[in-house]
Each structure stands twice: as C-alpha cells, then as structure tokens.
C-alpha cells in the first residue's frame, strides 16, 4: 500500500516517468496476484473450518446420539400344539422364537444375558434365556430359541377366559422382557442402555401361526 502511494505522489515531470509508470503497472498486478492469493487462502480456510464445524455436528448428533436398541419378537409358526376345549380349555406349545436386537448406533451393543417371559392374561406360561452376547453396529442380531409354553398353572378365572378364547379360534399371547448392555462408539464412548420388549401376539389355532403382532 505505502509503495503504491509514494508512486502516485511522484511528480510527473520527474525523469524517470516511463519507467516508473511500468513500475507501477508492475506493483498494481503485483497486489492483484497477492489479492488473489490472500483469497484463495481466505476461501481455503472458510471451506477447513465449515469442514470440521460439519464434521464436529455430524458427530455430536448422529454418531454419538445412543439409542436403546430395538428388542423384540418376529413371527413365527408353532410347532407342536395342542388345545383343549371350551369346556377344558388348555394349551401346550412348543416352537422357535425369533427375538430381533436391532442395534442402529454406530458402535457395537454388548448385552448380558436375559430372560423372556411368556404370559396369557398376566400370568407367566413359560420363559426362555438369552444368552449374553452383542449386536454388531448398525446390524440386526437374530437369536432364535427354543420356547414351550403351557396352561398348566393358569387360575382358574384366567382358565375360564381361555375357553372363550379357544372358542373364537385366537389365543393372545404377551411377551415381556429386558435386555440390559453398553454401547461403544468409536471404541472409546460407552454408554449403559437398557432395551424393553413388550410384544402381543395373537396366535391362530386353526393356522398354527402368529396372526398379528405389536411391539411397544
Ligand atoms: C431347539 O430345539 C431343537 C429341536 O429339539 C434342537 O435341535 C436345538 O438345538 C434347540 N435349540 C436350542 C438353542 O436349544
Ligand atoms: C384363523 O386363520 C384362518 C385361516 O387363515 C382364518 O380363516 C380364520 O378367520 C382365522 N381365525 C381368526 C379368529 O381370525
Ligand atoms: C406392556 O404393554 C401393555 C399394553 O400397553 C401394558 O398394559 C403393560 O403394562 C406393559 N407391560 C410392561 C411390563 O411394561
């Protein structure tokens, strides 16, 4: 800037006019190339640090944003099965369950081991175990167990119920369990969550299958 003036402020009778005009041309593309140059680095650290505020945000709110993972029970198809009457109602069942641990953070989710519950109107029917394992990131864990299930503890005013239900052809069926484990993201975040399952399913007697199905 200080040269540029001392240029402007030359008398133009001076002797060395010519040469001190090129010179100026000279310092004036001079500024025009730093111009440019001090620019391009501006430009370069703006794109740098929307890069990393970018990076930083993504980070904060979807890596490191920990959810309890998905626990549930699919569909299935009973495979032995045995019903009563209206009059003498029971039920005797055994089949695989598919449980599903639907693990959608960004890191693995190691779980201990649980139990299922089965319950018809409140009252256990029969459980299963979950052995102590891990969701992969990002993965579905399939985990497929043998269950039995009987009547043969129901109450009595529980009992009269499932006649009607056995009545009608469906038999409502609850499933009830806690699946407790941490989460590690990037190999150094953890954090303790605890997945709840509450399924209720309506199984068939005539199609021997799930009819319909609700996960909380
Ligand atoms: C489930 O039962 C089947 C048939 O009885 C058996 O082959 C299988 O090993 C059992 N699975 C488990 C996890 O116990
Ligand atoms: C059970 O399944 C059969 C065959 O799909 C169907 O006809 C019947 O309506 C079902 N029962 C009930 C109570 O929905
Ligand atoms: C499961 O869901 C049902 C229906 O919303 C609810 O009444 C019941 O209290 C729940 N059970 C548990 C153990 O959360």
Same mark, same amino acid.
């Given at each position: 800037?200080?040269?540029?003036?001392?240029?402007?402020?030359?008398?133009?009778?001076?002797?060395?006019?010519?040469? !001190?005009?090129?010179?100026?041309?000279?310092?004036?593309?001079?500024?025009?190339?730093?111009?440019?140059?001090? @620019?391009? $680095?501006?430009?370069?650290?703006?794109?740098?640090?929307?890069?990393?505020?970018?990076?930083?945000?993504?980070?904060?709110?979807?890596?490191?944003?920990? #959810?309890?993972?998905?626990?549930?029970?699919?569909?299935? !198809?009973? %495979?032995?099965?045995?019903?009563?009457?209206?009059?003498?109602?029971?039920?005797? &069942?055994?089949?695989?369950?598919?449980?599903?641990?639907?693990?959608?953070? $960004?890191?693995?989710?190691?779980?201990?081991?649980?139990?299922?519950?089965?319950?018809?109107?409140?009252?256990?029917?029969?459980?299963?175990?979950?052995?102590?394992?891990?969701?992969?990131?990002?993965?579905?864990?399939?985990?497929?167990?043998?269950?039995?299930?009987?009547?043969?503890?129901?109450?009595? !005013?529980?009992?009269?119920?499932?006649?009607?239900?056995?009545?009608?052809?469906?038999? @409502?069926?609850?499933?009830?369990?806690?699946?407790?484990?941490?989460?590690?993201?990037?190999? @150094?975040? #953890?954090?303790?969550?605890?997945?709840? &399952?509450?399924?209720?399913?309506?199984?068939?007697?005539?199609?021997?299958?799930? %009819?319909?199905?609700?996960?909380?």
């Amino acid at each position: 800037m200080a040269e540029k003036n001392q240029n402007q402020y030359q008398p133009p009778e001076s002797n060395g006019y010519h040469r !001190n005009d090129q010179e100026s041309l000279h310092t004036m593309e001079d500024e025009e190339a730093k111009r440019k140059k001090r @620019m391009k $680095w501006t430009i370069g650290i703006i794109a740098f640090i929307i890069f990393q505020v970018v990076q930083a945000l993504f980070f904060v709110l979807v890596i490191m944003k920990f #959810k309890s993972p998905n626990f549930r029970v699919s569909e299935f !198809n009973v %495979q032995t099965f045995n019903v009563g009457t209206q009059a003498s109602p029971s039920f005797d &069942m055994s089949f695989v369950a598919p449980i599903r641990v639907k693990n959608t953070n $960004w890191g693995p989710f190691k779980y201990d081991a649980s139990t299922i519950s089965f319950t018809y109107g409140g009252v256990q029917v029969g459980q299963t175990i979950i052995p102590k394992n891990k969701a992969n990131f990002k993965s579905t864990k399939k985990i497929d167990v043998n269950v039995t299930l009987s009547s043969a503890n129901l109450p009595t !005013n529980i009992n009269s119920n499932l006649g009607s239900e056995l009545s009608s052809g469906v038999i @409502m069926l609850t499933s009830l369990g806690e699946l407790k484990g941490k989460i590690t993201v990037m190999f @150094m975040f #953890k954090k303790k969550k605890t997945s709840q &399952m509450n399924c209720t399913m309506a199984i068939n007697t005539t199609t021997k299958a799930v %009819q319909s199905l609700l996960c909380k």
